[in-house]
């Protein structure tokens, strides 16, 4: 195939895609934005006009990942910017947001630019860097939040994913500090004084059965609870990442009840994979928090469907070979989730008739890229906006194979697994990033034509 030009892209007109799901019409792509929806597209295409027929597809603003682990800096051999942002493109995603538990940590301008310059040197997805709230990590000292916020980064999201910002008076002071620049903190809810660093199983009978340390419901219920207390006092925003027991949706809707801004993201994992996986002690299955029981899970699924959750998110962490080849005890916590949330969103909840493609479009574009405040993305399929937009083919079955992955990682537990509905096509600012399987950025692209 002819590889589709990476700057100042033809005017693309798509013939004839559902468009969210919500009917079928022409959409006209000119200088990477949206400028005709309907019956009028074609008339008003200009000659030259790439047609890219996709009757039988749907048509999404382009996906926006507010949780993705690319490892780089420091951890190059499980995951770059480069080969994350591939992996992000061919799963639909127009922008990702870069945790900030890489090495060295994210919790400062310097390498928070770093980030945001490798992403636009790839030229696959938008990548925006979150900001770690503490220094190192360390739960105890505010990192440069203002600076971060104020620097070309942008930085709006902060958090210490990867470990719970557990010190109370810490979250209060970050809330504070943040909601001067509207910035938000997401939360990796986990009490280390309830869900230690082993605790890997989900507590409950399997845990005993099997022998490993129990992550129980109430560790991550106990600071949800609490971080919405302190967005209430604060009057700040409080993001829930990885919600994955029914309890906290009981908090999350409680909270929304009152007015208090909060919003939570539920990982595709936690929708579909349950914890009678962990059986075979097979550490494909070990992250964090942990897979919980099918009563959670269909909460969760639930949750999404009404709003309660606001947005899936796909927590991809990426871990090389040896560091999750192990005992279950000993492997790294994580999974890969960049190019299977699709799938597995459309296999979960739209086949099951919970979800319509335009609630997908919500949950997936719109209410992420509006809880980070991105300003280009998730602004829909309407004239004016960013070409940013995702075909899929909402009938064709896949089997995950790990090997075909762009990502580093191998990490992969969807491998072996049949999903119905795939992506077909990205498009960022009108650019054409991935298609089945093949993916553009900058990177193929000549000094010349950047
Ligand atoms: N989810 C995980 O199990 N692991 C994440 C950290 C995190 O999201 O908490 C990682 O960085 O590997
Ligand atoms: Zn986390
Ligand atoms: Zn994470």
Redesign the pocket.
Known sequence: MTRPSPTAPRPVLVEGADIQGEGVQDVLVVDGRIAAVGPDAASEAPSGVQRLAASGLVLLPGLVDL?T?LREPGREDAETVSTGSQAAAAGGFTAVLA?ANTDPVTDNVEVAERVLDLGRRAGYVDVHPVGAVTKGLGGEELAELGLMARSRARVRVFSD??RCVHDARVMRRALEYVKSFDGVISQ?SQDPSLAGAAACCHEGELSGRLGLPGWPSVAEETIVARDVMLARHTGSRVHV??VSTAGSVEVLRWAKAQGIDVTAEVTPHHLMLTTDLLAGYDPVYKVNPPLRPTEDALVLQEALADGTIDAVAT?H?PHVRHDKEHAFVDAAF?MLGLETALPVVSTVMVRSGRMGWADVARAMSTTPARIARLADQGQGVRVGAPANLTLVDPDRETTVDRALSKSLSRNNPWHGRTLVGAVHLTMLRGRVTAREGLVWGNEDVTEEEL
Do not use: I, R, Y
């Open positions: 949780h682990h945790m994913d990867g990796h990442a990885h927590d962490a994580g």
